[in-house]
């Protein structure tokens, strides 16, 4: 056994060397192997397309080892990077071999080739960006002369209100106009979607695409560390690219989506009606005691004891009760998404528990348009009541 396990030992060792070898002799017999090889290397139509302003020198440099690579005919490919494969009873190469070898290359580069590479990255990094704006146009008043930015300010506006104006018609319109399968019924909790990679419960709530320009965006919703969001109980996940936002309240939501006194999210059914339409985030109650089941709306939050304010739906409308709210919770790894947990929700009385939570959910897209998932409710202002299955 001994003998025979030595034995397999420099097999093993002799096939590394030899692939070692193979990939060291790819290494130099590719386009660029020496400094004035990479100096003197045209620049491809990929690399003056690409808007990347931080490339390293080592993605600059697998750029070109994967270019070489593909310029390889199938033969020569199996014969340097392929291993054979049991299942398909042939050499193949496997996933991930080509850029494992790119690294081992890269590592085994002395510092003048890397210095080489870096400074052809620098000059990628340099260039300007296509379809970027450096400047202001001068239609819009950027650079106009003898102006004191009057033209400037007045587009901006102009472009602002413009936008405002369309985002609040199509807020309310997918306020009243609610979908078959957005209704009440029995399948109803057992719809789902995807908000920031994970599948979440969305019941009744109204999901839809709204377009919501990038300069209104950062007037809505701030930006970055002066953003209008509490970053500890309204963000769940935040990226360059998306911020999943959850808002409970009622107050919360008309005071992030209301601009000089109009408000998109809360306004009469009709002209002259008592009826009006808004959204919350939405519980599911019940009693400790006769376990009877009911639908609340949250109205807002104390602000000192961080407790919602609910109030019943139906016939119970008039009622408004405080609830601890079910605690955020992510999961194992500690990284979104997570769940609610409901073991403290209780009623100040302890008569009634929170069983289930669907906050207003918003995904703010950096680009393109925004998704919001909505919890209608009618409030009559007469009766004072939210209306029963609204």
């Keep these: ?25 790819f290494f130099y017999s590719m386009e660029c192997h020496t400094v004035e090889d990479v100096a003197s290397l045209p620049f491809t139509t990929k690399e003056l397309e690409d808007k990347r302003r931080k490339r390293t020198g080592y993605h600059v440099f697998l750029s070109s080892y994967f270019r070489d690579y593909n310029n390889l005919t199938t033969e020569a490919k199996l014969e340097r990077f392929g291993t054979y494969s049991e299942v398909f009873m042939e050499s193949i190469v496997q996933k991930g071999t080509v850029a494992k070898c790119a690294c081992s290359c890269w590592k085994s580069m002395d510092l003048e080739m890397k210095e080489a590479w870096k400074k052809r990255a620098a000059w990628l990094n340099w260039r300007g960006v296509p379809g970027k704006f450096e400047v202001v146009p001068f239609e819009l008043g950027g650079t106009q002369q003898n102006d004191d930015g009057t033209l400037l300010k007045n587009n901006v506006i102009e472009a602002l209100t413009i936008q405002w104006g369309k985002v609040v018609r199509n807020l309310r319109s997918c306020l009243v106009n609610k979908r078959r399968n957005e209704g009440s019924g029995k399948k109803r909790n057992q719809r789902t979607d995807y908000f920031g990679g994970a599948q979440v419960s969305i019941a009744d709530s109204i999901i839809r695409l709204i377009d919501f320009d990038y300069l209104l965006k950062k007037v809505v919703f701030g930006n970055g560390a002066g953003s209008n969001l509490n970053f500890v109980t309204e963000v769940g996940k935040y990226t360059n690219k998306v911020t999943h936002v959850h808002i409970a309240s009622n107050k919360r939501i008309k005071e992030l989506l209301t601009v000089h006194s109009e408000c998109a999210v809360s306004f009469r059914l009709r002209h002259n009606s008592s009826q009006w339409v808004s959204c919350a985030g939405k519980v599911s109650i019940v009693g400790t005691a006769d376990c009877l089941s009911t639908i609340g709306y949250v109205m807002e939050e104390d602000e000192k004891s961080g407790c ?35 073991d403290d929700a209780l009623s100040d009385d302890g008569n009634y528990k929170i069983v289930e939570y669907w906050p207003i959910r918003i995904l703010l897209f950096r680009e393109g348009q925004c998704k919001f998932a909505f919890n209608r409710y009618i409030f009559n202002d007469t009766t004072k009541q939210i209306d029963w299955n609204n």
């Excluded at 420099?10 to 060291?24: D, G, I, N, Q």
């Excluded at 109030?311 to 955020?328: T, V």
């Design 1 to 25: 056994r001994s003998r025979k396990a030595t034995i397999n030992s420099f097999h093993s060792f002799v096939a590394l060397f030899v692939r070692r070898l193979a990939l060291c002799l």
């Design 308 to 342: 919602w304010k609910i109030q019943f739906e139906g016939i119970n409308g008039d009622r408004m009760m405080q609830f601890k709210p079910p605690a955020y919770q992510f999961n194992i790894d500690g990284k979104f998404p997570g769940y609610y947990q409901y």
